[in-house]
């Protein structure tokens, strides 16, 4: 008998998400997995002793709703001196519970049954139920492969009177492209004389390749004010099992941010935030956190050389894209399954991003790993 709920599913065609999928199945059979994004190494034990430190030293009740004063203002100092944005500490920045909580609650805040939101497809897979649970509807533009660059006349004509939030990610998961400042000049032209939010998740600021600068949100005033920032301490210093994010945005938006964050989680939890706070105002980690992923980006490329895979371009984050089609004529979400069970390397299919496109024939690939790792994935990987 199939047992139903008393109530209609508010996410009728979502099943588990593709991470934890992958992921599982990578640990059932053995593979190297390359499919969840997070790093196989350790963070600095520095960074754990200090958790540690301020545990002993008794601080483990609930942090304050917005959070911890001193990680917020290391936070508004890293804007000021990164993208010469100032965000008030007290009523403009506010630690959340990983990126993924401070993208839905951006949404929520403002999205009203009926309203809608533009996502770009490949899309990272929180967005649209995010959307679609606060009763919204996700207008999906798509970013077609190889280059998967925003089509701003398509957005343009994308943009109804109901559109209420623009959802942008650069360095963009699972792509691997950023926003250039010519793109951040379309935005600011298409979205000038509207009250369009953009929710902008960068979480992978600190992972962006070849010199190329970080276009944040936060850098274009006329974005800025109508805009959530949103960052990730997970990423920045390998902890993504901590589920610390942030987000910056102007106050009057940071008072909505706050109703739901108060609401969602209420705090963030106290020792970790005193921690990186720590961390931040030392400048560890992030300023040299570029070159450390590319090399790695590097290294990989190098070691799967000789393969059939074809990589393109990874301009930030940790994902490599890899064009499969010399191969086989498979399915992503099959070949994917395939090459983890027989060949031992879990990935990630993109459909999991896609709604309106069919899938090209690209798998995502995570070089957040040991060299040894990649090593061994590689090797894996040419033979097939
Ligand atoms: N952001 C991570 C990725 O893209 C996954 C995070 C998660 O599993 N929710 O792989």
Redesign the pocket.
Known sequence: MTRTTPFASKLPSVGT?I??VM?KLAADTGAINL????PDFDCDPDLVEAVARHMREGRNQYAPMQGVPALRQAIAAKYDELYGAQYDPETEVTVTSG??EAIFNAVAMAIQPGDEAIVFEPV???YVPAVELNGGRAVVVPLRAPAYAIPWDEVRAAITPRTRVIMLNSPH??TATVLSSADLAELSRLVAGTDILIVSDE?YEHIIFDGARHESMARHPELRARSVVIGSFGKTYHV?GWKVGYAVAPVELTTEFRKVHQFTTFATNTPTQYALAEFLTARKGYPELSAFYQRKRDLFLRLIEGSRFRPLPSRGTY?QLLDYSAITDEGDMEFALRITREHGVAS?PTSAFLYKQSAPKVL?F?FAKKDDTLERAAERLRRL
């Open positions: 998400t991470f934890t992921s499919s969840q994004g997070y990126g993924t990272y897979d929180s998961n699972p979480v993504t994902f990630i995502r995570c």
